[in-house]
Antibody
Framework: EVQLVQSGAEVKKPGESLKISCKGSGYSFTSYWIGWVRQMPGKGLEWMGI????????RYSPSFQGQVTISADKSISTAYLQWSSLKASDTAMYYC????????????WGQGTLVTVSS | QSALTQPASVSGSPGQSITISCTGTSSDVGGYNYVSWYQQHPGKAPKLMIYEVSNRPSGVSNRFSGSKSGNTASLTISGLQAEDEADYYC??????????FGTGTKVTVL
């Protein structure tokens, strides 16, 4: 069974750094893209960016370029989303999801990681 | 890149058919067949319902169908059931080499 399992909920203070993870299993991790999607409280889905773990090719939405870093460690089939300095406005649910081609559909999705940034 | 436009809410009675629209431009929905639809129940992760405009993944009910005309894509749910009550999002590739989601539609089963 193809699965993406994300790391647990995080509570951080503004200015702190954070790295959340997404571990793939049940398929060849290096042959598919892993994307990240933000959902702010009570709001819709936003495409943040995507990485191909096979060669680390990474694409970012202009809205998130420079705000976050997407990476992957293919040796442990895990993708990451990280912030160097969190803001209160980063409070959201973050989902990872798999794609066969970076411009196409996401399936399946991880269970989501809730990030809360509050002083 | 602005979000694709969807109606905020659509409702229908059990057994009826409803259609959710997703309006973009020739730079996204109208220019490519990379339109997909996702269902999200409260507190759950999104689930793929339709890919490449009109293809249904294995395991998704054939009550769900997708289409596109010009810059507008549509998701139709026929034989509406209580379990279909959820939020629905469309998504498209864009000419800016990025992807964009729709604003989301809340489906209510009366």
């Amino acid at each position: 069974e193809v699965q993406l399992v994300q790391s647990g909920a995080e509570v951080k203070k503004p200015g702190e750094s954070l790295k959340i993870s997404c571990k793939g299993s049940g398929y060849s991790f290096t042959s598919y893209w892993i994307g990240w999607v933000r959902q702010m409280p009570g709001k819709g889905l936003e495409w943040m960016g995507i990485i191909y773990p096979g060669d680390s090719d990474t694409r970012y939405s202009p809205s998130f370029q420079g705000q976050v870093t997407i990476s992957a460690d293919k040796s442990i089939s895990t993708a990451y989303l990280q912030w160097s300095s969190l803001k209160a406005s980063d409070t959201a649910m973050y989902y990872c999801a798999r794609a066969a081609e970076w411009l196409n559909w996401f399936d399946p999705w991880g269970q989501g990681t809730l990030v809360t940034v509050s002083s | 890149q602005s979000a694709l436009t969807q109606p905020a809410s659509v409702s229908g009675s059990p057994g009826q058919s409803i259609t959710i629209s997703c309006t973009g431009t020739s730079s996204d929905v109208g220019g490519y067949n990379y339109v997909s639809w996702y269902q999200q129940h409260p507190g759950k992760a999104p689930k793929l319902m339709i890919y490449e405009v009109s293809n249904r993944p294995s395991g998704v009910s054939n009550r769900f169908s997708g289409s596109k005309s010009g810059n507008t894509a549509s998701l139709t749910i026929s034989g509406l059931q209580a379990e279909d009550e959820a939020d629905y999002y469309c998504s498209s590739y864009t000419s800016s080499s990025t992807k964009v989601f729709g604003t989301g539609t809340k489906v209510t089963v009366l």
